[in-house]
Nanobody, 126 residues
Framework: QVQLVESGGGMVQAGGSLRLSCAASGRTFSTYAMGWFRQAPGKEREFVAGINWSGSTTDYADSVKGRFTISRDNAENTVYLQMNSLKPEETAVYSC???????????????????WGQGTQVTVSS
């Protein structure tokens, strides 16, 4: 089992940047695929970015391609989400998620993940 704790959220003006971190407990972090999701008020949770166990494969929602970057440091048990050129409509709670799997596949569905963090609020003002 793995526990996930997000940090790095906050308030930023449109066009600004934030870097989210997700720290994982446990010694098997390097065998988990990871994902970032977000949920705005009144909307369903949606996929933002994902990364496979080794970091060799990544995938992004079309809306964030070219602006967001997911990465991981298996030695530090941490996955990151660098967000640039943020837009007001991206205001949401951002959560990281994990599922065991040593493959090149990146999971994009909410139901594919077994473990979730509590989330961190990102607010983008116009």
């Amino acid at each position: 089992q793995v526990q996930l704790v997000e940090s790095g959220g906050g308030m930023v003006q449109a066009g600004g940047s934030l870097r989210l971190s997700c720290a994982a407990s446990g010694r098997t972090f390097s065998t988990y695929a990871m994902g970032w999701f977000r949920q705005a008020p009144g909307k369903e949770r949606e996929f933002v970015a994902g990364i496979n166990w080794s970091g060799s494969t990544t995938d992004y929602a079309d809306s964030v391609k070219g602006r967001f970057t997911i990465s991981r440091d298996n030695a530090e048990n941490t996955v990151y989400l660098q967000m640039n050129s943020l837009k007001p409509e991206e205001t949401a709670v951002y959560s990281c998620a994990a599922r065991p799997g040593v493959t090149n596949y990146v999971y994009t569905a909410v139901g594919s993940y077994d473990y979730w963090g509590q989330g961190t609020q990102v607010t983008v003002s116009s």
